[in-house]
């Protein structure tokens, strides 16, 4: 089983910028893809960025495209979320997720508020 534990969000205004950390313990966190989804009130659980078990290849929501960058140091069993320009309508809990095949592990959550 993967730990997987969230920190850096915080308030913010629009323009600004958070840099998320995820944190892994147990099983080999390199052998796992990770992504970042987030959640606001009242709405899905969406995907914002997802990066390959070796951080060759990335991938990013339309929304934030441009603004977001994923990145991951398996030396460190830590993925990282840098939101640039951020949005009020970025507001949410963000999530990471360490995933390989069928098996998925979630971190707690992280909220990132953006006032405008």
């Known amino acids: 089983q993967v730990q997987m534990v969230e920190s850096g969000g915080g308030l913010v205004q629009a323009g600004g910028s958070l840099r998320l950390s995820c944190a892994a313990s147990?099983?080999?966190?390199?052998?796992?893809?990770v992504g970042w989804f987030r959640q606001a009130p009242g709405k899905e659980r969406d995907s914002v960025a997802i990066?390959?078990?070796?951080?060759?290849?990335?991938s990013y929501a339309d929304s934030v495209k441009g603004r977001f960058t994923i990145s991951r140091d398996n030396a460190k069993s830590t993925a990282y979320l840098q939101m640039n320009n951020l949005k009020p309508e970025d507001t949410a809990v963000y999530y990471c997720?360490?995933?390989?095949?069928?098996?998925?592990?979630w971190g707690q959550g992280t909220q990132v508020t953006v006032s405008s």
């Open positions: 147990g099983r080999t966190f390199r052998s796992y893809a």
């Open positions: 990066i390959t078990s070796s951080g060759e290849s990335t």
């Open positions: 997720t360490a995933f390989l095949g069928p098996a998925r592990y």
